[in-house]
């Protein structure tokens, strides 16, 4: 026969042996929920990368970082997120990108050929936030003639309007501060032997004929990439 101390001891142990299984299957339930209920993507920033500057048609030197992260601020990573340049605004490493555990996505970017403010729009799901760089211009490639051609005043004299040039680079963009070399074939001289491009790319001489009549060839030179590049001016001198 059992004792009447035996079986409080047994009650006992069977109440702890509850208990304990009570709270693992807590344990286990919670763990169950963490597993199936990641964190909702609540925001979305620049993390880094944001109001770099380059050349146009080249890449950014650091990359484009965005975060993704919940109500708490908690990183939530495995959210696609998906890169978008805005119109001229080049192109990027992957069109989207799945956040990683620190909640973060990153993509390279080559910025487009035409030289000013570019844009990027980073958006998953519902969230977006712009991503902006400054794309400047590239090396001088090309000078063309703008405006005081073909004019015609008595020998010796100044010509009524100035000799103008606009230098751009490989894509079109004015160069500014790019050196303009003048000379001439008839013995003219020049407000100054170089001139400087301005924020539009033009450069601008005052011109004087040379003594004797005739045709007066000028030329506006620079270098560009090792090589000269040069337009003409035709001025009468009578």
Same mark, same amino acid.
């Given at each position: ?6 079986? !409080?001891?047994?009650?006992?142990? *069977? ?6 299984? !009570? ?7 919670? =763990? ?16 880094? +990368?944001?109001?770099? %500057?380059? &050349? /146009?048609? &080249? ?10 992260? =919940?109500? @708490? #601020? ?24 799945? %956040? *990683? ?11 487009? &050929? ?13 969230? &977006? %936030? /712009? ?22 005043? %008595?020998?010796?004299?100044?010509? =009524? ?7 751009? *680079?490989?894509? #079109?963009?004015? !160069? ?7 000379? *001439? ?24 004929? +040379? @003594?004797?009549? #005739? ?24």
């Amino acid at each position: 026969m059992q004792s009447p101390d035996n079986s !409080v001891r047994f009650d006992g142990v *069977d109440r702890a042996i509850a208990l304990m299984l !009570v709270a693992l299957t807590a344990a286990a339930c919670s =763990s169950d929920n963490a597993t199936t209920s990641p964190p909702t993507p609540s925001a979305i920033a620049v993390s880094s +990368g944001s109001a770099q %500057t380059a &050349t /146009v048609n &080249t890449a950014l030197s650091a990359p484009v970082v965005i975060a993704i992260t =919940s109500a @708490s #601020g908690a990183p939530v990573s495995g959210v696609a997120v998906t890169f978008t340049p805005n119109a001229a605004s080049g192109s990027v490493s992957s069109a989207s990108v799945t %956040t *990683d555990a620190n909640g973060l996505a990153q993509v390279n970017w080559t910025l487009g &050929t035409v030289a000013g403010a570019d844009s990027l729009t980073a958006s998953a799901g519902t969230l &977006t %936030t /712009v991503v902006v760089a400054t794309a400047t211009a590239g090396a001088a490639a090309n000078v063309a003639v703008v405006s005081g051609n073909d004019q015609t005043a %008595t020998a010796g004299s100044t010509l =009524s309007s100035a000799l103008s040039v606009k230098v751009t *680079d490989a894509f #079109g963009n004015p !160069v500014a501060n790019a050196p303009v070399q003048w000379s *001439d074939d008839a013995g003219g001289t020049f407000s100054s032997a170089t001139t400087l491009t301005d924020a539009n790319g033009v450069a601008t001489v005052i011109y004087t004929l +040379g @003594s004797s009549t #005739g045709t007066a060839d000028v030329m506006a030179s620079l270098a560009a990439g090792g090589s000269p590049v040069t337009t003409m001016f035709t001025e009468i001198a009578d």
